[in-house]
């Protein structure tokens, strides 16, 4: 009987130890750099104006929320509509300043501030913001947008 009790603790153990741990430090960084990642081939995406590269980005049944364009929903909705946003300009930089990360399980949350420089027309403007974003980690490994709101606060030459 007294093995079952020391088997049972031992058992109680194991999640805590796991390297899955979402308060695990190591755990955070990983999935930190893994959204960097994320948001580094967004910008490519747009300097390219690459609409199938953004679609690579979402998983299948997401939603983008931002400013000017009502909800899409869906990879193929958010490819035109990502496609459509950066066709008409020369997007040269992209600033993501997260303020408020937490990872559980297959899904990470993530909010902060955005700066965005392009040139629209031949004027050099930077588009300054807020968002918010849900990312959920693939079969593959790979992290996608779930979600996605995006709320410019100002456009200024």
């Known amino acids: 009987m007294r093995s079952f009790f020391i088997a049972l603790f031992l058992l109680t153990l194991v999640p805590a ?13 990983a999935v930190k750099a893994s959204l960097d990642t994320l948001w580094t081939r967004y910008a490519f995406s747009g300097d390219a104006h690459d609409a199938g590269g953004f679609g690579l980005l979402f998983t299948d049944e997401a939603t983008l929320a931002i400013s000017g364009v009502p909800t899409k929903k869906g990879r193929a909705e958010i490819e035109e509509c990502l496609g459509a946003l950066y066709a008409g300009v020369d997007a040269t930089a992209l600033r993501i300043d997260h303020r408020d990360m937490n990872a559980v399980g297959l899904l990470a949350f ?5 700066e ?11 588009r300054y913001g807020r968002f918010a974003t ?9 992290w996608r947008f779930r979600h996605l709101t995006a709320l410019a606060d100002s456009v200024r030459p």
């Open 17 to 29: 130890c796991s390297t899955e741990s979402t308060s695990s430090p190591t755990r955070m960084l």
């Open 110 to 114: 993530q909010s902060g501030f955005f």
């Open 116 to 126: 965005e420089d392009f040139t629209e027309g031949g004027v050099a403007k930077t």
């Open 134 to 142: 849900a990312v959920e980690q693939g079969k593959d490994g790979a």
